[in-house]
């Protein structure tokens, strides 16, 4: 007991707000609770069956993408063996872009290599034919934290880890 004559201690059951006098018989009453939660999952947009959303997904999802954002291809690329991913950032950097098809007039080896002879052209000499070209235009950079710092791939990893972990503790 205290120098006041209050129980203090875990068997205590005084409350210094009275919160839960307020709160509890409003609760009872108008089930405030009930319709604050189904507006919040209303928001939410929710669907029935396969096309239904993961429910962490959709509330993690946009601060997951405001601290980092990966590269999808890269890791389809990394999942499929292609060697040319191995040196690829898995962070995005671009998160807008354009592919452009032009038509242009390329030399290739011999009139043999044409696909159709009239869209080949020869002067004797060179060779050459009209092929379409694929090209990426970038147009905005992405807009995460880890944009900001230009870190390698494992750095950034370890820090977020790090930070992860912190977070959790």
């Known amino acids: ?12 059951t ?16 108008i089930h405030y609770l009930e319709i604050l939660t189904n507006l919040v999952v209303d928001t939410f947009k929710f ?8 429910l ?39 998160c807008k872009t354009i592919t452009r098809v032009t038509q242009m007039s390329i030399t290739i080896p011999s009139p043999d290599n044409c696909i159709s002879p009239s869209h080949c052209q ?9 092929q379409n070209v694929t090209h990426m235009e970038n147009i905005a950079k992405c ?12 750095a950034a990893g370890i820090i977020l880890l790090a930070v992860s972990l912190l977070v959790i503790c």
């Open 143 to 154: 807009q995460h934290i880890v944009m900001n710092f230009s870190l390698p791939d494992l």
């Open 122 to 130: 020869t002067n004797g000499i060179q060779t050459w034919t009209i």
């Open 56 to 94: 962490l997904k959709v509330i993690t999802e946009p601060f997951t993408k405001l601290i980092i954002q990966l590269d999808k291809k890269v890791i389809q690329q990394i999942a499929m063996s292609d060697a040319a991913a191995q040196n690829k950032s898995l962070v995005m950097i671009w």
């Open 1 to 12: 007991m205290s120098s006041e004559g209050h129980l203090q201690g875990p068997l205590s």
């Open 14 to 29: 005084t409350s210094s707000t009275g919160s839960e006098l307020v709160l509890l018989p409003l609760e009872a009453a």
């Open 47 to 54: 669907k029935n069956g396969e096309d239904a959303p993961d």
